[in-house]
DNA sequence: ACCGTTTCGGAAACGGATTACAGAAAAGGT
DNA sequence: ACCTTTTCTGTAATCCGTTTCCGAAACGGT
């Protein structure tokens, strides 16, 4: 049916060790003489040879995949990763092979079995949801290298940002400014991204001697439309809260929407802060002020951490990405520092 | 290194072939007696073993994997194709292979050329960007199944949407609400995509006598920032549009932003209609008026014509899909039908 | 106890590419 | 011309699962 390297070998009247050798940068070791290559790229060209992966990776024990995990392909962030990793991973040889769980368990497991079966050179799981059950053990019988972002780990490598201090930062300019009831839209327990950034948010009222009141904490899922009905319950409450700091760039748009249809203003009446900046954050009029994590410096990072691991300089490593609270129209503050928004002219 | 069938076998004090067996649902013809099965099953547990499915591709000639090109991943209209995509592979037991080109010719004709490598049995192009050329003969070799989304093929199977028609109706819709001066912004020449949505456009100005003005078609580049430049050279016009077509939902959110930071409003004084129904488009406010596609239905459409060549039922299929003008606030249509609002409520 | 079925398990071939080793051809030296 | 060295090419083993073909064991019947 395809073509095999006997075909090219017997089209060229050569054997097949040197149609391997002209295929690949022929061995120093074993030269091919000018015109017997020639006579055998003609043959791989004019037959359209083309080598079976499957029967390389057998023999070198090596695929060029990296295998790439995510939690939803849907919420912008995650492409901003993929292509971090997929910049590092191109430039290096590797190709990719991306799976998007929509943070379901069976469909998380069965896609890691499938890019185990698969023999990728590396793994590399994002995002620190719970729909990825991962021990210490299981992950060692991988016989891969794996890496980790956003994700707390023990035993492997990890790539994180610091959640807890931007989520803090955040949530403390919106008390700078003089904010005293702040709310904030989460996204259940089942991530830790999440329950990083709430405890962010819990750190910066205390640290200014506010109690927690348990109204302003509502529970969303990272949609646009959870965070739209998240602020509408916030800003229907008897006392409701006067800045809502929603976990998500996403949610912050749906909260926006929500403000916008009960009359309210952003950021007059309501100020507004997100998490992520994605590319549409700083379009949005009022533009959002959000905190900018670096995405794709994240998956550049977990890749070369896989690059080296692969090239046999193992070890656990653990990098953090900075992150930078990006200042713009929907928390109020650009009234005081018109810089603060970034985006006035469409340079990003 | 790794665990192979004949560890298995060693352990279990069977052969390899009855590990197979067990392994895969042993062939009725040549059943394996309840003991040993459970022997065998216990030895794959404890041993951890993984079949190599590089070895098993080899042999059966199949490697559960299906191919996939976007050419940008962080626009998320392709996301929702992928997504498509993924339900009816992952249904049928097959995996994914993701590559998103970024619309750079090199990495688009190195990622295809990869994933013909790893034999991937079905192989789904999206998009219709001109870093990708295949000529019918150059995807006669490719000994895999090939589908288009949204490329016209004299020769493959492809799923499209009727671009001309929906930008002609979107258009139209602006023409019908009193507009005589609309603006497009377009996204070149290299993606069939815009050519066609463009052709609606002028296809919508000619239906009604009116003449072209060269000056109200602008280029962009499917992004924010350059849908918010081109917005803007658009209103700084002497003889400015009084309503904007955006070639895709990104732009227009790009277009939106310039419109307000020139002081102006949607839809008062600029009328706006995109193009995709990206999630975010019904959460913007004013909410866009956009087509929507039914991305997601594309990519399912898409794959179950995969499967069906996969199968042994090849033929070239042509699917249509249908496209819906979604009438919300940004065009000004909805003072005269407040139903046109079709996200009042968070249900999406 | 013997024979004929049925049921199970094993040996071996196969798929396609790489590479160590050996052997052939060409080049170099005298 | 002949021998040594260098340069090239071919043979065959190998990677790991699957499957076909056979032989062995177990079972039932008489």
């Known amino acids: 049916m395809s073509i095999t390297i006997r075909?090219?070998?017997?089209a060229a009247g050569v054997s097949v060790a040197t149609v391997s050798r002209v295929a690949n940068g022929s061995t120093n070791a074993y030269p091919v003489r000018p015109?017997?290559?020639?006579?055998?790229?003609?043959a791989i060209a004019t037959l359209g040879y083309r080598p079976n992966d499957n029967a390389r990776g057998l023999l070198l024990k090596r695929s060029g995949l990296i295998g790439i995990v995510v939690p939803d392909?849907?919420?912008?962030y995650y492409p901003e990763v993929s292509r971090g990793i997929e910049d590092v991973a191109h430039a290096n040889g590797y190709k990719l092979m991306f799976c998007s769980t929509d943070r379901l368990p069976e469909r998380?497991?069965?896609y890691i079995e499938a890019l185990l079966l698969k023999r990728v050179d590396g793994l590399v799981i994002v995002g620190g949801g719970d729909e990825i059950q991962l021990s210490a053990a299981t992950v060692a019988t991988y016989d891969t290298k794996v890496v980790f972002i956003g994700r707390p780990s023990a035993s492997f490598s990890t790539v994180r940002i610091d959640n807890v201090g931007a989520a803090r930062d955040a949530t403390e300019h919106l008390l700078a400014l003089g904010h005293r009831r702040v709310g904030f839209i989460s996204a259940g327990t089942s991530s830790n991204t999440v329950i990083e950034r709430r405890r962010g948010?819990?750190?910066?009222?205390?640290?200014r001697g506010l109690e927690i009141d348990e109204d302003l904490i509502v529970d969303g899922d990272f949609t646009e439309a959870v965070g739209y009905a998240a602020a509408r319950q916030l800003l229907l409450l008897e006392n409701?809260?006067?800045a809502i700091f929603a976990a998500n760039d996403r949610m912050a748009l749906g909260a926006m929407a929500a403000v916008a249809d009960l009359g309210l203003s952003v950021p007059n009446d309501v100020a507004l802060v997100g998490f992520d900046d994605v590319p549409m954050s700083g379009y949005l009029r009022p533009a959002l002020t959000t905190v900018s994590l670096a995405a794709q410096e994240l998956g550049e990072r977990a890749m070369e951490i896989l690059l080296k691991d692969i090239e046999g300089r193992p070890g656990r490593r653990r990098v953090r990405v900075a992150t930078k609270l990006v200042v713009r129209d929907s928390c109020g503050a650009s009234a005081q520092s018109p810089?603060?928004?970034a985006l006035k002219a469409p340079a990003a």
């Open 108 to 110: 998380a497991s069965a």
């Open 240 to 242: 409701p809260p006067t």
């Open 7 to 10: 075909d090219v070998a017997e």
């Open 201 to 207: 948010y819990l750190e910066a009222l205390k640290a």
């Open 35 to 42: 015109q017997t290559r020639a006579r055998v790229l003609e």
């Open 339 to 341: 810089a603060g928004r």
């Open 73 to 76: 392909i849907s919420n912008p």
